[in-house]
């Protein structure tokens, strides 16, 4: 069982910066992909971001490419989203999510546990 913990949501302008930070517990973290998703009211869970568990590999939704950053510290057990020049269109909950193995971008049925989420409003 891997429980994950988020943390850095909150309420930002457009074209400001967020730092989101998840924690997971157990002690083979290295050997778990980890994801972001999000979901705003009404929509469908979409996929924002993916790293493997060495972090050499990351994969990014084309609405965030350019402007969202994975990453993980496998000495913390811990992977981030770091998100700049945010648009109102950001604003959802963002999960993170863990699977044993290799990174599988973009359906969320492929990853096992879940966070509980944090909100990012974006305001115009």
């Known amino acids: 069982q891997v429980q994950l913990v988020e943390s850095g949501g909150g309420l930002v302008q457009a074209g400001g910066s967020l730092r989101l930070s998840c924690a997971a517990s157990?002690?083979?973290?290295?050997?778990?992909?980890m994801g972001w998703f999000r979901q705003a009211p009404g929509k469908e869970r979409d996929f924002v971001a993916a790293?493997?568990?060495?972090?050499?590999?990351?994969y990014y939704a084309d609405s965030v490419h350019g402007r969202f950053t994975i990453s993980r510290d496998n000495a913390k057990n811990t992977v981030y989203l770091q998100m700049n020049s945010l648009k109102p269109e950001d604003t959802a909950v963002y999960y993170c999510?863990?699977?044993?193995?290799?990174?599988?971008?973009?359906?969320?049925?492929?990853?096992?546990?879940w966070g509980q989420g944090t909100q990012v409003t974006v305001s115009s």
């Open positions: 999510a863990t699977r044993w193995g290799s990174v599988v971008p973009g359906t969320s049925a492929s990853y096992d546990y």
């Open positions: 157990g002690r083979t973290f290295s050997s778990y992909a």
């Open positions: 790293i493997s568990g060495s972090g050499g590999s990351t």
